[in-house]
Structures are given as C-alpha cells and as structure tokens.
C-alpha cells in the first residue's frame, strides 16, 4: 500500500539479440523503455549511437489494416454479444504464435477489399442515379443528345425556372429574331425545359437574350443517343451493379464466424506494434543496441534473470533526486484499496516522493458513500450489480475494472447506514405494510433517522470532517519531519491540532486548557519564524504579531470553510431519504398495492440513479479538495511498461 520504488535499468546488448530481448521484455511486462538519454548526453557516445528502425510504420500498417477489416465486419455482420459476456481467455503461447498471423491478415485485407469496392459502388451508383435524373427531363425528346443541328440551322437544350412564361422566353429570343422555334420539352413544380432552333449565326445573340428572363443553356457533354436511352443504358448499369455489390456485402458477411480469430490478430498487431514504437526507442551501432529504462525495484531479480539469457550488459540504479520528476509512480495496493485508484487516476497520481492516498482515501472515501446513500434497499442492488459484473464479466478496463468493485465497497457501507437509520428504499416496507393492514404500525429499527435527528447527523457529519482532516494534517507533519522540517510540522499542523482538539474539549467540557496550550504555540512558532528570519528586537516583534495575525485568519477561515463542506454528507442523506419518502406517500395514495409498487419502485430508481453520481460527485470533491490538499502532491507520471495489452482477449500468463 505504497509508491513503488523504482529502478533505472541500463542495458546494452548484441543487435542480433534485439527483437528477442525485446519480445522477452514484452512477456516480462516490467519495464518501460525510453531514450537512453545518459548515454547520449556523453558527446563521444552520441556521435556513434543512432536512432534504431524496427518497422514501426509497417506495424502500424498491418495493425490499420486489422482493425479496419474489424469495423467492416462490424458493420456487415455484427456479433451479437451479451451484456455481461467476458472477453475470451487465450493462452500467452497461442497469443504470440504467429503462424496464423499472415493467413488472418490476408483476409483481413480481402475483406478491405470487398469493402472498398462496395463504397466505389455506391459513389458509382450515386452517379448514374444523378445522370438519371437529369436526363429525366429530356426523355420525351426524341433526338439524339449530341445533335447539334444541319448545315444552317442551330439547336440547343435549355431551361428557365418553372414561374417563368415561356411567351417571355420567345419574346426575349424575337428581340434578336422572328426566324427562331422554340418546342417545349417538358415541365415541372421546379423548371420548364425546351428546345431552341435558329439559324447558326443568332443562336448565340438568341440565347444571351433569354438569359436576360432566367435561361439556362443545358448540354449534356460526351454522351450520345437520345435521353431515353441513355436513361435505360444507366437503368441496366444500376442493376448490374446492385447485383455485384450484394454479393460483395454477402462475402463479408460470410465471415462473421472469423471475427474472433481476427480479433485476436488485431491484439496481437497492437502488441507488435507498441513493441517496434519501444525498439525504436533504442539507440544502437552496427554491433550492439543500448536502451534505458525503468523497474520496480521488486522485480529487479525477475528482471536480471531474463537478461542473463542474453549477451548483454546491465546495471540498476536508484533515481537521483534530479531524476524524481521523471520516475514513472505506480502504485501497490491491496484488494481494499485498490479500486480508489479509479479515484486518484482521475485527480492525478502522486509524486514519485509523495504518499499513496488510496490506504488513506479508502476508508473515508467508503464511509461518506454509505453515510450519504444511507439505504438498504440501495446498499443491496449496488453490492448485487457489482458481484455480477465483477465475477460474470471479469472487467479489464483501466476504468471499468476498479469502479465495480469500489461500488461493491460502498454498497457495504450504504447497506450499513441504511441498516442504522431503518431505511429500505425509503420508508417502502412501513407503507407497504400500511396497505395491507391499515392497523399496521410496522417500522425496520433505527439508531436515528435523517427525518428526525437532522442536527445530530449535522454534527455527526463536521466531526467526521475534523477526523479526516486531522489525519490530512498528520500525514503532512509526517512528510515534513521525513524530509528535516521538523519544526515547520510542530509549529503548523501540531500547533492547529492542538488548537483544533482545545476547541472540542472546550465546547464539550467547558475547558480551556487546549486553547491556552495551541495559542502559546502558535505564538512560538510566529516568533521562531521570526528569529529565523533575522533582525532588530522591534522588527521581531512586529513580525510575531503579524504572522500570529495572519496565521489564525488564514487558518480559522479555512479550516471553517473546509470543515462546513461536510454538511453536504447530513444534506444528501436527508435529500435521498425524503425524495424516497415522497414517492412512496405518492404510490400509497393510491390504495393501490400493485399502483404503490409502480410508483415507488419507478421514484427509487430515479432517486438512486441521481444518487449514484450525486454521492460519487461530492465524495470525490472532499477528498480531492479538503483532504488531499492537506498533504497531497500531485505531478507523477504513470508506470507504461511494455505490455501485451489488448481490447478483446485477455491473456492467461504462464
């Protein structure tokens, strides 16, 4: 339940040995590799040491081709998956076997294929229906498209818009001469089209004039014979074609039953590709390779045997104090706290010097949920969801795999508040019961009731936000003192925590002693701060007042406002329990049995889906905000090592 520690790992080892160590690597999956920056920051060695080339571009080809059948699949013949179907195990043996490798990307490939004269099909078949349609005004006149007249005489094809007169048209072309024709072709809601005749020499001035009323020239370029057969000819075409293109989306679809065996090869592309992206992180000669990296200091022995079965040289190092920002953190923690990383991925990871918020979050974090869901009947369905998901699914997602089983956790603790404050999707099994016998004065047994003891659970809730935020400020004390700043933890966080803990015994014995104690030293740690600084007698006084001053403003409103944010916890337990209660008295009204059933269980659903993200919302906000900001340091950057990660199997290691 800690930051691992972490060791640089130096390796240089024969070039012909290189995709084997890094395959082993791969297996290992222990190591995050990078530039090996020591090295080439040494002039001599960079002049000789050049960037490796392990056909990364190719890899993420091949990977691009796989995933792009997969979407074709996707698209043409979809699997069908249940909701709550697991991924399919594969041994490490089956899944880096490579044999079936190039079979599956030739497929995959002739799927793309198949595909791509499909879509060349449909853009070929939007054009011929396009073509259609303009010709489809033309289809009455019995002429070849490409006459363009005799020796004297002119013809072309025009339109105007359909409002248009066509006496305004032969008008408009009389204006140039009487010795022209003008023979309707066809009309619409949106044109009138037309044909013109004339003699050669006006048709131009002819058709300038129409233009002046809305006509358009229409001409149909390198196509021949009259409309209607153009018109049949593409007919035909479309037919043709339609016919090819099912049979094309009949063969992807045929391969519906490969789409497992391709999934495994898209895994397998990915994992080759993110090991070349790692190999060309190398630098290397015409003999041997170098690279640098990161491990876990625990599997350093796991790490060293591996290497051992190479020609190769290595050393580890534990990071300097200049190289701590760049220490890649990961973080060990047990099946407890393990899924609040969900929690700290989402904030940001600590630092690789600071502490491992998840022992420390955990508990509070779990605690707040129940206290502010407080329901059994809530408590119940989450622990029931989370088993189910957890042990029929088996999640693997960065996200998904920690958020089951932390909605397990405070299921726990929402059965557990829910249990003390006699709640069971409200007041349900009181009104149920009502129902059935109206004499009834059935009620679940409570320790208290949000409803009746509001203040007590008020004061419940900023108590246990003294307790959390003590624990924030002990941490701090300790990482102070572990880096040599002991004073700085006695005077700061000792001094508000005696002050702190003198205003409770203050408010609940009456007694000043912790007051008096916290405010000597609160003086103390002013005029040590002082003295540290240096100067006159004057001008340490004057400085001990000002930061005794500015200390308890600073402090008293912070910790105020910090320690009233926990009212949200009494705030949310007496929401979630009156939004139940209204619905219940809604279904009851009814006298209905199966009517109060509907409405209650249609309300409670609503009222625990808006609780869901409601509690996880506001727990969140009080330990990324009043608690972490106690001791937290943010900043650290996570642990990628090389890895088989996949999307659609999981890999069973041996």
Wanted: with cysteine; net charge negative; hydrophobic share 45%.
């Amino acid at each position: 339940m800690a930051i691992v520690k972490m060791k640089k790992l130096r390796v240089i080892a024969v070039r012909d040995q290189r995709d084997d160590l890094m395959r082993q690597l791969l297996r290992l999956g222990c190591v995050e590799v990078h530039e090996p920056e020591g090295m080439l920051s040494d002039e001599d060695a960079a002049a000789v040491l050049r960037p490796e080339r392990a056909g990364l571009t190719a890899a993420r080809n091949r990977q691009a081709e796989m995933d792009g059948a997969l979407k074709v699949l996707a698209q043409y013949a979809p699997v069908k998956r249940g909701l709550l179907t697991p991924r399919p195990e594969v041994s490490e043996a089956d899944f880096l076997d490579e044999n079936a490798l190039e079979e599956d990307l030739a497929l995959a490939r002739q799927i793309n294929d198949w595909e791509s004269q499909v879509r060349r099909s449909v853009t070929e078949e939007a054009r011929l229906r396009d073509e259609i349609e303009s010709l489809r005004p033309w289809e009455g006149l019995d002429m070849p498209l490409e006459t363009a007249g005799t020796r004297t005489c002119a013809v072309a094809l025009a339109n105007v818009p359909a409002e248009v007169d066509m006496e305004s048209v032969a008008d408009a072309a009389e204006t140039v001469t009487e010795e022209v024709q003008i023979i309707l072709v066809s009309q619409d809601q949106q044109q009138k089209c037309f044909l013109v005749v004339a003699l050669k020499e006006d048709m131009a001035p002819i058709l300038d004039a129409m233009r002046t009323v809305g006509c358009t020239p229409v001409s149909f370029p390198g196509i021949t014979g009259t409309a209607r057969d153009n018109i049949d000819a593409r007919r035909r075409q479309l037919e043709t074609m339609g016919v090819r293109r099912k049979e094309l989306t009949e063969r992807i679809a045929q391969q519906k039953d490969a789409a497992g065996r391709l999934q495994l090869s898209a895994d397998r592309l990915a994992t080759e590709a993110a090991q070349a992206e790692c190999a060309e992180r190398l630098r290397g000669t015409d003999s041997v390779v170098a690279l640098e990296g990161w491990c876990p200091a625990e599997d350093e022995e796991v790490v060293s045997a591996c290497l051992n079965g190479f020609d190769c040289a290595f050393e580890y190092a534990d990071p300097t104090e200049e190289e701590y920002p760049d220490v890649p953190v990961k973080l060990k923690n047990n099946p407890f706290t393990r899924p609040l990383n969900m929690v700290t991925d989402m904030y940001a990871l600590p630092a690789y010097t600071g502490v491992d918020p998840n022992p420390l979050m955990a508990p509070f974090f779990i605690l707040f949920y129940g206290m502010m869901m407080a329901d059994m009947g809530y408590g119940l369905l989450m622990m029931l969801v989370s088993l189910i998901v957890v042990k029929k699914a088996r999640p693997r997602g960065p996200t998904v795999r920690n958020m089951f089983p932390l909605l397990g956790l405070c299921g726990v603790s929402t059965f557990f508040f829910g249990a003390i404050t006699g709640g069971f999707f409200g007041d349900f099994l009181p009104q149920l019961a009502k129902l059935i016998n109206p004499e009834s004065t059935f009620a679940l047994p409570a320790l208290f009731s949000p409803l009746d003891d509001a203040l007590a659970v008020l004061v419940g809730s900023l108590a246990l936000g003294v307790v959390q935020i003590l624990t924030g400020m002990a941490v701090s004390a300790w990482r102070k003192c572990r880096d040599g700043d002991r004073m700085s933890a006695i005077f700061e966080e000792g001094t508000w925590t005696v002050i702190l803990a003198g205003l409770g015994l203050f408010a609940a014995l009456g007694t000043p002693v912790g007051l008096v104690l916290g405010g000597a030293m609160l003086v103390a740690g002013s005029a040590y701060n002082a003295v540290k600084e240096g100067g006159g007698p004057v001008k340490i006084v004057m400085k001990t007042l000002m930061g005794v001053g500015g200390s308890l403003y600073n402090n008293i409103t912070g910790y105020f406002s910090d320690i009233l944010s926990y009212s949200r916890l009494m705030a949310l337990m007496l929401a979630g329990a009156v939004i139940a209660q209204v619905f219940n008295t809604l279904g009851g009204i009814t006298g209905n049995i199966f009517a109060f059933v509907l409405i209650s269980m249609v309300g409670n659903g609503l009222n625990f889906a808006l609780n869901l993200l409601g509690c996880f919302v506001h727990d969140m906000r009080l330990q990324c905000l009043e608690f972490f900001g106690r001791f937290y340091e943010d900043g650290g950057k996570p642990f990628r090592p090389l890895d088989m990660e996949t999307k659609f199997v999981d890999i069973v290691k041996e």
